[in-house]
């Protein structure tokens, strides 16, 4: 009987410090659509954090995405219609908010940084939303969706900054 209790107390203990470890991943999301092909950037947090982002847009809707982890590019998302706008990071600089506005398809995302720059992109039009993080000091590190000739729907995954990557900050 001791032996069993043994196991009791020792299983609560781990439960109890598990339990106690503070939580940082959240997640914002999915605005859109249900259309397109489903897409992840998960793998490519592991480059580092997000440095740069290219966005394509026509005249009615986020057509395409992409996103630089570190020094690396991920895989572009979305049509080819539209025109590409390209925007850098500061060293130190992560995106903390990302607002915009819906339909069947993504037609206007704003990022802002933590340095209080805003990016905005595409057209005022549609169901608004405001994505950010549920924990303090936390940021953006990757994206997900579905995506065709436009944006369809977009997610936006957030956890800590990653601190581990001094190449990112040059």
Not at 136 to 151: H, K
Request: glycine content about 12%; aromatic content about 14%; proline content about 4%.
């Amino acid at each position: 009987m001791l032996y069993s209790g043994m196991w009791l107390w020792i299983l609560l203990s781990v439960i109890c410090v598990i339990a106690a470890q503070p939580r940082s991943a959240s997640y914002s999301g999915e605005y859109g659509g249900g259309g397109g092909k489903r897409f992840s950037h998960s793998g490519n947090q592991l480059d580092g954090p997000i440095t740069a982002l290219r966005i394509r847009v026509n005249r009615y809707y986020i057509t395409g995405l992409q996103a630089r982890y570190g020094t690396t590019w991920s895989t572009y998302v979305g049509g080819s219609m539209g025109d590409l706008e390209e925007i850098f990071l500061h060293p130190d600089e992560h995106v903390i908010q990302v607002s915009g506005k819906y339909s069947n398809y993504l037609r206007e995302v704003t990022f802002i940084t933590n340095k209080g720059r805003q990016f905005p992109f595409g057209k005022d039009y549609g169901t608004s939303f405001n994505a950010v993080p549920l924990h303090p000091n936390t940021v953006l590190r990757f994206f997900s969706g579905s995506s065709g000739s436009v944006i369809d729907a977009i997610g936006f995954h957030w956890d800590d900054p990653s601190s581990n990557c001094s190449y990112c900050r040059n």
